[in-house]
């Protein structure tokens, strides 16, 4: 007989840390500028790319600049979470 709550979603828990890494060098020379925005959530970070696109990505909870800063991506980390039954998400960590 199988656990009944065996593979079943789970709603709540924590966000547990998968992977965090430094932006490539093939990355950071993409990007025109990256500063830090205000959004629905919390602070972001905007990438200005070099192809005239614009990408946001969430700022970690932990990280420690404000909106209008720069952020150096020679510095900055990629933190990969995970969370059982849902997909990976990614901040950005300064």
Avoid at 7 to 16: D, S
Avoid at 20 to 29: A, L, M, S
Avoid at 67 to 72: A, K, R
Wanted: hydrophobic fraction near 35%.
């Amino acid at each position: 007989m199988t656990n009944f709550f065996s593979g079943k979603k789970v709603y709540g828990g924590k966000w547990n840390v998968k992977d965090v890494r430094k932006f490539t060098q093939e990355e950071i020379d993409s990007v025109s500028k990256a500063v830090v925005v205000s959004s629905e959530y919390g602070n972001s970070c905007c990438f200005f790319m070099k192809n005239s696109d614009i990408i946001f990505t969430p700022m970690s909870n932990d990280s420690t600049l404000t909106v209008g800063q720069d952020v150096d991506l020679t510095k900055a980390e990629i933190v990969t979470l995970q969370k059982e039954g849902n997909h990976d998400i990614e901040r950005i960590k300064l």
